[in-house]
């Protein structure tokens, strides 16, 4: 029963998604819905797009394994992304009504430096979309009872969800986003009722994870190798996805700049308040079926949340619970998918045909939509990372090459051409140098090559031309 209802569910939301896309005419209505969007949908489409596989089973497994301390990065950090972004970036972003955050490197530091940052946007999101894509993989087997491979599964998700971004662009994905959040809001609730009526309450989970120290190691020893993992655990996704064509998407879709900044603060604090929705069901599974958690805890966490959905969960539960999981991958995946195409089209394409017409363009756009899913798809496949991994490790190579060029461009009226370049390649060397040589070092490598960005900025902002070439 449970699979026709999951195919139902599928089937339906790929036909609204394809009934938005009736909406799109133009590069504007494909990349931004129009800059038209209220304060609801915006919202949604915010908190949608961050509550993806990773916060319904990457961030409960790393849970259960290494405790509060494991997920800094996310829900934390993702978190205070937003929030940070809402506080001051979405009101100087899009007064600039710009189409992707490519055009403001280009705007502000030239050519060179929008193609290197829009080529790491784009690889950055290889490892977010995969992780959709192999979550979907994951679902479809565990509903099937094994019947479709997971390997399957990922070609049948990838499939669906490339038809409907493929033809609707933000259009599709905005809509199909707010009703996956009230989905996703409404099982979460719901699934967490039924958990909480077996393990005795929500008071009887917290004391026993606090018990068992699961809260205990969030904040680093005092010691310089902890303080520099905690601080470059944080700073990865917290300013790493500062610099994204998707968080750009939903603030220049906004209707107005007032929205653009509410929808930006009130998504981040709502994913943060339901991210530990998932994390308090994986963790309910050490009290109802504690020999479950023994059986995948080193094997394969992320199948620990499904299977006790599944195991000691009613019927309409289980469809409320991957109702809402499904909902969460297939609006994270949709609108990492679209993101990367739109400012690879817009960003490299573009630059190389100046003469295209916006019709086009949008096809451009579509193309390479398909082509990105395909390669994500195979990625996905063969791909040995656990989801959490995948989405983390994301952030890396925008952490280190283009969020100090958007930082200091918005707030530094010094910072020039000569710096934005240097801020990108030093951070980019620095970071794979250390990637590849010191991996485990003390100071981790994506710090490092943060470090090195500023370094690039300050040097080339501030030294007089004349000074460097004599250097």
């Excluded at 879709?253 to 943060?272: P, R």
């Amino acid at each position: 029963m449970l699979i026709w209802f999951v195919i139902i569910y599928w089937v339906v939301s790929v036909g609204i998604g394809l009934w938005a896309a009736l909406r799109v005419k133009n590069t504007a209505d494909f990349a931004a819905a129009g800059h038209s969007l209220p304060l609801p949908i915006v919202t949604a489409t915010v908190f949608a797009t961050w509550f993806g596989s990773e916060t319904v089973l990457g961030i409960p497994a790393t849970f259960l394994k290494e405790g509060l301390g494991g997920v800094v990065s996310d829900p934390f950090g993702s978190s205070l992304c937003l929030i940070l972004v809402g506080l001051f970036f979405a009101r100087h972003l899009y007064n600039r009504r710009m189409l992707t955050i490519g055009d403001f490197f280009r705007e502000k530091y030239g050519r060179t430096v929008e193609v290197l940052v829009t080529l790491c946007i784009v690889v950055s999101y290889l490892g977010w979309v995969a992780a959709q894509i192999k979550a979907l993989g994951l679902v479809f087997n565990v509903v099937s009872e094994g019947s479709i491979s997971q390997t399957g599964g990922m070609l049948i998700g990838a499939g669906s969800v490339l038809i409907y971004t493929l033809f609707g662009g933000m259009w599709s994905v905005a809509i199909t986003d707010f009703i996956q959040m009230i989905i996703i809001v409404i099982g979460m609730l719901y699934i967490g009722g039924e958990m909480t009526s077996q393990t005795g309450g929500i008071g009887v989970v917290i004391e026993h994870a606090a018990a068992a120290g699961q809260f205990s190691n969030f904040w680093p020893d005092m010691n310089l190798a902890s303080i520099l993992g905690f601080v470059a655990a944080l700073c990865t996704m917290m300013l790493g996805s500062i610099p994204q064509q998707d968080v750009f998407q939903r603030i220049t879709s906004s209707k107005n700049v007032n929205i653009a900044v509410q929808a930006a603060l009130l998504g981040g604090v709502l994913y943060f308040i339901f991210a530990f929705v998932p994390m308090y069901l994986a963790y309910s599974a050490t009290l109802i079926s504690p020999d479950l958690v023994k059986q995948y805890l080193n094997t394969d966490p992320q199948m620990i949340l499904p299977k006790l959905i599944l195991n000691h969960a009613p019927l309409i539960a289980q469809v409320m619970f991957f109702g809402a999981l499904l909902s969460a991958i297939k609006s994270c995946a949709s609108a990492t998918l679209l993101a990367p195409s739109v400012t690879f089209a817009e960003n490299i394409v573009r630059g190389f045909f100046k003469h295209l017409s916006d019709q086009d363009l949008l096809k451009v756009m579509r193309i390479t939509v398909l082509c990105f899913a395909v390669v994500v798809t195979f990625f996905a496949i063969n791909s040995n990372l656990s989801i959490f991994k995948m989405v983390e490790n994301a952030y890396k190579v925008t952490l280190v090459a283009a969020f100090v060029p958007l930082a200091f461009g918005v707030y530094w009226s010094r910072a020039n051409s000569l710096g934005g370049l240097l801020a990108v390649v030093g951070g980019l060397t620095v970071w794979i140098s250390c990637e590849t040589l010191a991996p485990d070092a003390i100071m981790p490598p994506q710090l490092a090559g943060l470090v090195a960005s500023i370094a690039g900025m300050l040097l080339g902002s501030l030294v007089p031309r004349d000074q460097l070439k004599a250097i």
